[in-house]
Nanobody, 124 residues
Framework: QGQLVQSGGGSVQPGGSLRLSCAAA????????MGWFRQAPGKEREGVAS????????YYADSVKGRFTISRDNAKNTLYLQMNSLKPEDTAMYYC?????????????????WGQGTLVTVSS
């Protein structure tokens, strides 16, 4: 089992931007779905964005489409989530994940490892 180590996040005003990073030691793109999830207080964890590991498909939650972008640097084995036009409802703990299954409706599934989580707070 590999390890996912997150960085980035913090507090920002509505309309601002943040970038999350996830160093994915021990995971290769071809074997695992890589993605981002979030969990807001009192809510269930939800998929935000994911890369399929067997096709060029990318999943985005409807609530973040057009604002968030998932990307990766294969040379650095690092996953990113660029978050623009942030809204107060984006406030949550964000987690990167490596999963064995890609689901077109919610992203990565059968999660093998989670990052430690990073808090994103959007508030004026």
């Amino acid at each position: 089992q590999g390890q996912l180590v997150q960085s980035g996040g913090g507090s920002v005003q509505p309309g601002g931007s943040l970038r999350l990073s996830c160093a994915a030691a021990g995971y290769t793109d071809s074997n695992y779905c890589m993605g981002w999830f979030r969990q807001a207080p009192g809510k269930e964890r939800e998929g935000v964005a994911s890369f399929s590991h067997f096709s060029s498909s990318t999943y985005y939650a409807d609530s973040v489409k057009g604002r968030f972008t998932i990307s990766r640097d294969n040379a650095k084995n690092t996953l990113y989530l660029q978050m623009n036009s942030l809204k107060p409802e984006d406030t949550a703990m964000y987690y990167c994940a490596a999963g064995r299954i890609y689901n077109a409706y919610f992203g990565c599934d059968n999660i093998d490892a989670w990052g430690q989580g990073t808090l994103v707070t959007v508030s004026s």
